[in-house]
C-alpha cells in the first residue's frame, strides 16, 4: 500500500540519507515502496540537542535511518545507562524504548523517544 505525504512550503524531509527541502508552495509525495524517513517536525539535529533525552533522541534518529548498525545501538545502551543512573523514574521510558528496537520498530523507538523528552521537559519544569 503505498503513503502519501503532504508537504508545507519549504517543509524538510529526510529519507534514508538524503536530505530533502520543499520549495515555496505545498507538494505531495507518494511512496509507493517502503522507505525510512524523517518529516521536519521529528528531526533534531545534533547541534540542537541540548538536554541527555535529546541527544539519546538524535542517537534514535540515526537508529532508525542506518541499516541495523551495532555501533551506533551501543552508543544507545551507554547513554541510555547514563540517563537511568541519573535519574531513575526514565527507566521506563527507556525500556520501551529498547524493546521497540530489539522488535524492528524504530519508527515507534523514536515516537516513545519523543514521549521521553517530554517526560524530561516535564521533571525540568518541576524544579524550575
Known amino acids: 500500500m503505498a503513503l502519501r505525504i503532504d508537504l508545507k512550503p519549504h517543509e524538510r524531509l529526510i529519507i534514508g540519507d538524503v536530505s530533502i527541502r520543499n520549495g515555496g508552495r505545498r507538494a505531495s509525495l507518494t511512496f509507493e515502496t517502503k522507505a525510512k524517513f524523517l518529516r521536519e517536525k521529528d528531526i533534531l539535529t545534533e547541534s540542537q540537542a541540548r538536554t541527555a533525552c535529546e541527544k539519546l533522541y538524535v542517537i534514535l534518529q540515526a537508529i532508525y535511518l542506518t541499516d541495523k548498525d551495532i555501533l551506533i545501538e ?12 541519573s535519574v531513575p523514574s526514565m527507566g521506563l521510558y527507556i ?5 521497540k528496537i530489539e522488535d524492528g520498530d524504530y519508527y515507534l523507538a523514536l515516537k516513545a523517544g519523543q514521549d521521553l523528552i517530554t517526560y524530561e521537559k516535564y521533571l525540568t519544569n518541576l524544579i524550575e
Do not use: G, P
Open 74 to 85: 551501543n552508543e544507545f545502551v551507554q547513554h541510555a545507562n547514563e540517563i537511568m543512573t
Open 95 to 99: 525500556a520501551d524504548i529498547h524493546k
